[in-house]
């Protein structure tokens, strides 16, 4: 059982009652200097948070980190680490405050955490990444290697085969005294690298509790993974609505939370007591198969001008140009799966969208043009139209059939 504690106030005065050593992981995600009141409100309108990040200059700023840093450094065991997450505002500082208190050998990475955004409001480059600075207490910090998926450009010789360095340092195949290369046994992958794509929570996400700034639990459960074991000690002094102990209590560590809003601790008490993760198609499946799929699949409209569409069941693409002054979204049927669902996929996807035209591509054997209203267009995607036309010349020719057979 993985215990949880709870603690009301500002984390200064909070940690100063916890004991030298006895904290395994510090992950912090305190005010980053924004100049910003947060404010929130869940999706039922009920409820409204909010927490300030307004200071009068940089150098209170630091005080206020350096006050409570030098505690978290005293909490942590020689095994220990601690991640501090900020922005392009505030990382300056705060890597000014962690060079301070842990020593600059002690600065392990730079973690970039990059995401999608789609809105562009202000005059320059579109802000899609936060940082995480990761410092350990000593060099005997727990770390657990993980590894991604091989990308689309490494090729099966680096994959199957071992490497190994030459009299000139350079690395090259090994080969047994005989010349045969030498195969490189079970591969785990690549290593995790310090640019972490892992989506931001959108609207409508399960996890989303309308607390501002929420970050991921899937963020959480990386850096747990990687500097902590089971029953380990995690401690997040600015909780926030609880991320971090939520992802905490799902891998099995022990959690030491605190805020100094009492509507930031309510809510972590009760994310506790029902954790939710929302799952993320692109993290468990890797990004390279994501678009894998997608190639496949929007192979069937090439010569046509459009925007793809990802993670979205109900429609692939929208064509570029409006037709008649209405959008046009466009939808493959899957293998196997009844035209009727994809129907009604694509109609919910158009629903609310401005009367968009939806069409739908079939590609199953089976298609018969059923009426589905003159809002949805199905044709058949052209290896169905091909097969159809095979088909129907077979009824006036059997001596075609062998070859049919081969196509279907
Ligand atoms: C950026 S939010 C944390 C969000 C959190 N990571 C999450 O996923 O919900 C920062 C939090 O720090 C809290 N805070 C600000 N100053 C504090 C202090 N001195 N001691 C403890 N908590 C503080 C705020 O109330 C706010 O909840």
Known sequence: MSSMTLHLGDCREVLKTLSDKSIDLIYLDPPFLTQKIHCLSTRNGEKRYSFDDLWESHSEYVGFLMDRIREMHRLLKDT???????????????RFVL???FGEKMFRSEIIWAYRRWSNSHKGLLPAHQTILFYSKTMAFTFNQLSTDYSASTNVD?????????HRGKSVYARDPKGVVIASGPKKGVPLSDVWEIPYLNPKAKERVGYPTQKPVLLLDRILSICSNPQDVVLDPFCGSGTTLVAAKMKGRRGIGIDCSKDAIELTRRRLADPIATRSRLLERGRENYVREDVQLLELLKG???????????????????YRGRSVLIRI??????????????????TGKGRPLLVLIATDPLFQQNTYGNEIVVIQSTTLALKTALESAILHDTSALPLFQRLA
């Open 80 to 94: 220990g680490s601690l991640f501090f997450h900020c922005n392009d505002q505030s990382s300056h500082l705060a």
């Open 99 to 101: 060079d301070e208190l």
């Open 158 to 166: 680096q994959i199957l085969q071992k490497r190994e360095r030459d």
């Open 304 to 322: 046509i001008e459009f925007h793809a569409v990802q993670r979205n069941r109900g429609v692939d693409a929208i064509l570029k140009d409006e």
């Open 333 to 350: 049927q899957r293998d196997g799966e009844p035209l009727d669902d994809a129907v009604k996929l694509l109609r919910k996807a158009g």
